[in-house]
């Protein structure tokens, strides 16, 4: 008796407090900010009152007759087995009360699951322990982790109180960006355990699985910030990879991903420095390896060697900017890699290639040097878009034209190697005077500009069928070269469909 009194009154208090507290908390579902939450909402009260209906009447007459019927009454039970009767009477009741609840809950369920119309779609995927979200056919790609103020307090023995974090564990530092009053479709997944997307404000939760992609939508009624949490047990972090989702009016969205369409498609995220070493080998052996050579040593006269170089083992931010900008023959890697790859490959020649100075730089520096508003590397618009823009082709031009648009398509695509004057450097790469091959079969060098051949890099999708051709015309009339003929645009757009429809 005591342990049932004492169990009362720790519910009770617990309720209260949960109650008047903290305002935080009800005890009621919350209506969210949708449609459908609040018509989850809605039909979660008609349940309830049903079952409190249901309740009150059986108990009532429970009740009602132990009370009015007791033996100290005088009362005597009945003595009769089976009643037909009643049997049907509680079987039919109960099994059209059902029917009648399953009945709007059915409808809305069809209607949460009703993903027709959907004006914008967003691909959410889980990961240990963040989100990435993709903004289907809008170009816009990020991941989402955990706000720096909370991965700081959470640290065992930060010392700071995780109550003057703001929003502890509940915020992050690239939230999800969505429209008002749009008909929002996510299609979520994961990518490598089982989690859940979870935002309570929106009435729903969803699965996330890798190899499977779940639908679900939202229709947001007012702008505001609504936050949520990864909602499946997904490893030590599950509880550190929370949702913000911030809706904006039309307009006021309009603009954001405007800017966020120019933003680099990375990962920005710190990584360790061998994780960047070994990363950037890679990097290097693609984009460097032809000038510096494979293990740093450069090429005498020409290329200066990594190994040792001032500059590498001298001050990070003077290297970054030199990669990042340029010198002379040295292309300017800012806008040809993505910050990611930069921070690799310069930590990579600062720890490797024989170097040993023992630092690193990290994305977010490398995008830090980059000029306000330029950012490093191609953003998902440009890497989903198709590779050239549309030119029209159906111009014929002149062997003199033609060399005149060849010339700075030269200039800014292979002067790097084959020099300015087209001299080559000895032993590195081909002079393009006299060259065996540009005086040989047209056909031949188009073949070779387009697909490339050992350090030569393929132009066939970096050029537009104008450039490409004006370039090759450029090469056989100029440079000390006097072939005296040409290859129209169509031609190479001909020439380089028909190898494409081959694969
Ligand atoms: C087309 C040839 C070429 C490629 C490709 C190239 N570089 Fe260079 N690099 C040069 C030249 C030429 C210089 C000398 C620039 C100057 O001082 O005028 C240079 C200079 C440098 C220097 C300064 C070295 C010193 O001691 O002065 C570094 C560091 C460097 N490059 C790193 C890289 C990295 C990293 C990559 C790949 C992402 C790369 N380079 C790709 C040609 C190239
Ligand atoms: C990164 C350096 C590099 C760039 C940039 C480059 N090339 Fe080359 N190119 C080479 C190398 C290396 C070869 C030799 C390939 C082989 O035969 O293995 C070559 C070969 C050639 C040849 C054949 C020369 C011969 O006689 O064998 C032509 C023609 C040529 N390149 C034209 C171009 C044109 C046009 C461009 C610009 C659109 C260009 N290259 C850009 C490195 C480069
Ligand atoms: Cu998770």
Same mark, same amino acid.
């Not at 993903?115 to 959907?118: F, I, Q």
């Not at 640290?155 to 929003?167: E, T």
């Not at 001299?423 to 590195?428: K, V």
């Given at each position: 008796m005591k342990k049932t009194t004492q169990l009362f009154a720790c519910l009770l208090l617990t309720a209260l407090s949960l109650n008047?507290? %903290?305002? *935080?908390?009800?005890?009621n579902l919350m209506r969210g900010v949708t449609q459908i939450s609040n018509d989850v909402y809605e039909l979660h009260m008609l349940i309830l009152w049903i079952c409190v209906a249901v309740g009150a009447l059986v108990f009532g007459v429970m009740f009602f007759s132990i009370f009015f019927h007791r033996?100290?009454?005088g009362h005597v039970a009945a003595t009769f087995h089976e009643n037909t009767t009643v049997e049907i009477v509680w079987t039919v009741i109960p099994t059209i009360i059902l029917v009648a609840m399953a009945i709007p809950a059915t409808d809305l369920m069809r209607k949460m699951d009703d993903?027709? +119309? $959907?004006e914008l779609s967003i691909k959410v995927t889980g990961w240990q322990w963040k989100w990435e979200y993709e903004y289907i056919d809008k170009c816009v790609h990020f991941f989402s982790s955990l706000d720096p103020a909370s991965e700081k307090a959470r %640290?065992?023995?930060? &010392?700071? *109180? /995780?109550?003057?974090?703001?929003?502890y564990l509940l915020s992050v530092d690239k939230p999800l960006v969505v429209p008002i009053k749009t008909k929002i479709r996510f299609l979520i997944t994961a990518g490598d355990v089982n989690h859940a997307f979870w935002v309570p404000d929106f009435g729903w939760k969803k699965d996330a699985i890798p190899g499977f992609i779940n639908e679900a939508w939202v229709s947001v009624d007012k702008p505001g910030t609504y936050r949520g949490q990864c909602? #499946?047990?997904? +490893?030590?972090? $599950?509880?550190?990879?929370p949702i913000v989702v911030i809706a904006k009016e039309q307009a006021d969205y309009d603009a954001w991903l405007k800017k966020a369409q120019t933003e /680099? *498609? @990375?990962?920005?995220s710190d990584q360790k420095r061998d994780d960047l070493v070994a990363k950037g080998a890679a990097v290097y052996e693609k984009n460097c390896a032809t000038c510096h050579m494979p293990n740093g #040593?450069? @090429?005498? &006269?020409?290329f200066p060697a990594l190994t040792k170089s001032p500059v590498v083992v001298g001050d990070i931010n003077a290297q970054s900017n030199l990669i990042l900008n340029g010198k002379g023959a040295m292309p300017a890697f800012g806008k040809m890699l993505n910050a990611v790859e930069l921070a690799q490959v310069i930590t990579f020649t600062r720890n490797g290639l024989g170097n040993a100075v023992g630092d690193q730089i990290q994305p977010k520096a490398i995008q830090d040097l980059l000029p306000e508003g330029v950012s490093s590397g191609a953003s998902a618009c440009e890497a989903n878009a198709p590779k050239q823009e549309k030119v029209d082709t159906r111009v014929k031009l002149s062997l003199d034209e033609l060399v005149v648009k060849g010339e700075p398509v030269y200039a800014a695509n292979c002067a790097g190697c084959h020099q300015e004057d087209g001299? +080559?450097? #000895? +032993?590195?790469f081909p002079a393009i005077k006299g060259s065996a091959l540009v005086k040989g079969d047209i056909n031949k060098q188009i073949e070779l500009i387009n697909a490339g051949k050992g350090a030569m890099p393929p132009f066939g999708a970096k050029l537009n069928p104008i450039d490409f051709a004006a370039v090759v015309t450029y090469t056989r009339n100029a440079l000390g070269n006097k072939m005296g003929d040409l290859v129209q645009p169509a031609e190479i757009e001909s020439l380089l469909a028909a190898k494409t429809k081959k694969h």
């Open positions: 008047t507290a %903290q305002a *935080d908390y009800t005890l033996k100290s009454k993903v027709k +119309g $959907h %640290q065992v023995g930060s &010392g700071i *109180d /995780p109550r003057s974090v703001p929003n909602a #499946e047990l997904c +490893g030590k972090d $599950h509880g550190f990879m /680099p *498609d @990375v990962d920005l #040593e450069g @090429v005498p &006269g020409a001299a +080559g450097l #000895e +032993g590195m």
